[in-house]
C-alpha cells in the first residue's frame, strides 16, 4: 500500500516566487493535515482538510499562504510570494477519519529553500 | 498558547542502556501520542493514549499517560542502535481533536 506521498521532496525558490507542495494521501483516507517544520523547532500544525473543504485552517498564517483538497487530485498548499522566513519542511499527514484518538500517517516532506 | 515540553531535549547513551523520555503540559490532553522521526524523513507514529493511566507496551518501549492526562512517558529498555531519532510526542487537546500540538522533540542517539 502507498503512503502519503508528497512532491517535491526538494523545492528551491527565489523571493517572490510561488512554491505549490503537492500531496497524495493514503488510499481510503479523506482527511489530510499540513504542518511545518522550522530549523531546530518542533511541527506546527497549518490546515485540516477534507475533501472540497478547509475544517480548520487556524494554523496558516493570513496572507500568501493558502491550501486546497479538490474532490479529485491531490491536497495543494500554495505558498505566494516567499520570503527567506518561508523555509522549512512541509509535512503532509492524513488520516480515515478525524478527530482524536487517531494516528496520522505523515509523508516525507517537501524542503522548501527560499534564495 | 498551550505548551508541551518534552526532556531531555537530548540523550546519548550506550547499547543496552534503559532511558526514559518526559512529556508535560499545563493542559489536559483528550489524547497523546508518541511519533519516531529520522533525519529526512516524516514522524512515524508509535502509539495513541487515551485513558488517564493508561500503560501500552511495543516491545521494548513502555508508553504511559498519566492519571491526569497531562504529562506521558516513555520508556526504552535495553537501547539499541535502531532506536535512535527524535521522538515526539503530540497531544490533542480538548475541543481541538483534529489539531495536535506537537512538543520539541528529544533527540536520541544510541551508540555500540
Known amino acids: 500500500n502507498a503512503g502519503v506521498m508528497q512532491n517535491p521532496r526538494h523545492l528551491v525558490r527565489r523571493r517572490g516566487q510561488e512554491a505549490r507542495l503537492r500531496c497524495s494521501p493514503m488510499?481510503?483516507?479523506?482527511?489530510v493535515y499540513w504542518y511545518r517544520q522550522l530549523p531546530e523547532e518542533g511541527l506546527k500544525f497549518m490546515v485540516y482538510?477534507?475533501?472540497?473543504?478547509?475544517?480548520?485552517e487556524s494554523g496558516m498564517p493570513k496572507e500568501r499562504f493558502s491550501a486546497e483538497f479538490p474532490k479529485e487530485g491531490p491536497s495543494i498548499l500554495r505558498i505566494q510570494q516567499v520570503v527567506r522566513g518561508d523555509s522549512a519542511a512541509y509535512f503532509c499527514?492524513?488520516?480515515?477519519?478525524?478527530?482524536?484518538?487517531?494516528?496520522?500517517?505523515f509523508g516525507n516532506g517537501t524542503r522548501l529553500t527560499v534564495t | 498558547t498551550q505548551l508541551l515540553e518534552q526532556s531531555p531535549q537530548f540523550l546519548s547513551i550506550q547499547e543496552g542502556e534503559n532511558l526514559t523520555v518526559y512529556c508535560n503540559s499545563s493542559?489536559?490532553?483528550?489524547?497523546l501520542q508518541w511519533y519516531r522521526q529520522e533525519p529526512g524523513e516524516g514522524p512515524v507514529l508509535l502509539v495513541t493514549?487515551?485513558?488517564?493511566?493508561e500503560v501500552k507496551k511495543l516491545k521494548r518501549l513502555t508508553f504511559q499517560f498519566g492519571d491526569a492526562r497531562k504529562d506521558s512517558s516513555l520508556h526504552i529498555t535495553a537501547a539499541q542502535p535502531g532506536d535512535t531519532g527524535l521522538y515526539l510526542c503530540?497531544?490533542?487537546?480538548?475541543?481541538?481533536?483534529?489539531?495536535?500540538?506537537f512538543g520539541t522533540g528529544t533527540r536520541l542517539q544510541v551508540t555500540l
Open positions: 499527514a492524513s488520516s480515515p477519519s478525524g478527530g482524536a484518538p487517531v494516528g496520522l500517517h
Open positions: 488510499k481510503g483516507h479523506s482527511h
Open positions: 482538510l477534507q475533501k472540497e473543504n478547509i475544517i480548520d
Open positions: 493542559s489536559v490532553f483528550s489524547s
Open positions: 493514549v487515551v485513558t488517564g493511566g
Open positions: 503530540a497531544g490533542a487537546y480538548t475541543g481541538t481533536a483534529s489539531k495536535l500540538t
